[in-house]
């Protein structure tokens, strides 16, 4: 599967960002698909994650209640709305999938990854 996530750009502390992670190649079809992030200096870090099957979801606590994932079948899409954003929030976002993982908040268990797209949290 091949996956092109876009969304991303420049916006005030308080607002919002929708992000998309499209499969440009296949689909999601029994994937697990994750969101994680890379902000300037640090390591990519979990943000949420839903499985294509059941829509069970899982969020990192430092975006839980301000973050919602979520999966349209029909266009093979995983989204990420972002509200109240913060200047902490500021990454390269990228969307990953996986069929088999021990955890599902490590990157090194995600097999097909997206080239990201960078959002700024102007404060």
């Known amino acids: 599967v091949q996956l092109q996530a876009s969304g991303g750009g420049l916006v005030q502390a308080g607002g919002s960002l929708r992000l998309s992670c499209a499969a440009s190649?296949?689909?999601?079809?029994?994937?697990?698909v994750g969101w994680f992030r890379q902000a300037p200096g640090k390591e990519r870090e979990f943000v949420a994650v839903?499985?294509?099957?059941?829509?069970?979801?899982y969020y990192a606590d430092s975006v839980k209640g301000r973050f919602t994932i979520s999966s349209n079948n029909a266009k093979s899409t995983v989204y990420l709305q972002m509200n109240s954003l913060k200047p902490e929030d500021t990454a390269i976002y990228y969307c990953?999938?996986?069929?088999?993982?021990?955890?599902?908040?490590?990157?090194?268990?995600?097999?097909?990854w997206g080239q990201g797209t960078l959002v700024t949290v102007s404060s």
């Open positions: 190649v296949g689909t999601f079809s029994t994937f697990t």
């Open positions: 839903i499985n294509w099957t059941t829509i069970r979801t």
């Open positions: 990953a999938a996986t069929k088999y993982y021990t955890r599902e908040d490590y990157a090194n268990e995600y097999h097909y």
